[in-house]
């Protein structure tokens, strides 16, 4: 959706993904390119040209010196006409990038990826390339998307489709026809893991009874929670081996706090602890205390008592000394950080003397 404002700002709208975005602060005249999902707009002494509205941070500027009155397309050309005062200049817009949009609306992928092919790549023809792959991957033509991502220069992709068109040619599928639903299994969980569609990956490579393979993937895209959860489900014999695996990767890279929580879902409450407190995450090391109970060193009590006060966190040091029935020192703690109210009530319902 495009529309102009009572302040002549030009907005879009994308209904499928509900997203808005501001495309030019003053606009004197906009227009869709007809048969094409092409836009031109005025702005001052600026003709802005979207030949892919789809990416909007990506507009062609030709300077002008007049007003717009139209746009004219006959066959092979389209023209903007502008007012010069005297005269009316017209201003030839690319048609190759136009005939892309037409043709990726009919999708006809070969088409539109027989128009880029002789353009060089610039943020124009980048753009183009990039709406093409997304399409080409819905359309599962697997053969144009690496195309597609080799003129991008992303490597990784396209390798990565490179050996999805092998396996689904050695399966006889007619991956340059862009029929959905042709493609095997196999190949369609892989396509999916690309496109991180992860619950359609792992259904389709649990149906195959691929249950390694579903954990290998989530362990390389560093989703260990789902990884852990589907050798739980299949009661894989190398679950307490993942999960130990987890646990030491949250270390190495120092996710301390996503390792105490393992700990405290484990009931080891004292190593969450410790792990909260080197993560600086004194707060939640007294949460540990709180939620749980327990007997605990008093010179830890302490230093968590102190790491809140460093922090600036009084109020929760306040919590932690009520609940180990320290009144006074939780009201001193109270009335650091300013929590009159809560303490107003605890002296109320008798809490403090």
Avoid at 30 to 37: A, E, F, G, N, T
Avoid at 126 to 136: D, K, R
Avoid at 285 to 311: E, F, N, R, T, W
Wanted: contains cysteine.
């Amino acid at each position: 959706l495009l529309y102009r404002d009572k302040r002549h700002a030009l907005h879009l709208f994308d209904l499928r993904s509900q997203q808005h975005s501001s495309l030019l602060d003053y606009c004197q005249y906009v227009q869709w390119v007809p048969r094409s999902d092409v836009v031109v707009a005025h702005s001052r002494s600026s003709l802005c040209v979207w030949y892919s509205i789809s990416n909007p941070d990506k507009v062609t500027v030709i300077g002008i010196k007049g007003d717009v009155e139209g746009i004219e397309r006959s066959l092979g050309r389209t023209e903007v006409l502008v007012n010069e005062g005297l005269t009316t200049t017209t201003y030839a817009l690319d048609e190759a990038l136009i005939d892309f949009g037409a043709a990726l609306d009919d999708l006809d992928l070969q088409r539109a990826m027989a128009t880029l092919e002789p353009l060089e790549v610039n943020a124009e023809t980048a753009a183009q390339w990039s709406q093409l792959a997304a399409v080409a991957l819905e359309q599962e033509a697997l053969a144009v998307a690496e195309r597609c991502y080799a003129a991008l220069g992303d490597v990784a992709k396209a390798r990565y489709l490179h050996k999805l068109v092998k396996a689904a040619s050695k399966s006889g599928s007619a991956d340059i026809a862009a029929r959905p639903g042709q493609l095997p299994t196999s190949v369609c969980a892989k396509l999916a893991l690309l496109s991180k569609q992860w619950p359609v990956a792992e259904a389709l490579l649990l149906a195959q009874g691929q249950v390694d393979d579903a954990i290998g993937a989530y362990q390389q895209a560093h989703r260990w929670d789902d990884a852990i959860r589907v050798a739980d489900t299949a009661r894989h014999p190398q679950t307490e081996e993942l999960r130990r695996s987890h646990y030491q990767w949250l270390l190495e890279t120092s996710q301390e706090d996503k390792a105490a929580a393992v700990k405290e879902r484990e009931g080891d409450y004292l190593a969450a602890i410790s792990l909260y407190l080197k993560g600086g995450l004194p707060a939640r090391a007294a949460q540990v205390i709180i939620s749980h109970g327990g007997a605990y060193d008093p010179a830890l009590l302490d230093s968590i008592a102190a790491a809140l006060g460093k922090a600036g966190l009084h109020d929760r040091c306040g919590d932690l000394y009520q609940h180990l029935s320290r009144s006074q020192e939780a009201l001193q703690a109270y009335r650091k950080g300013h929590a009159y109210r809560y303490t107003y009530w605890q002296v109320c319902c008798g809490s403090f003397s």
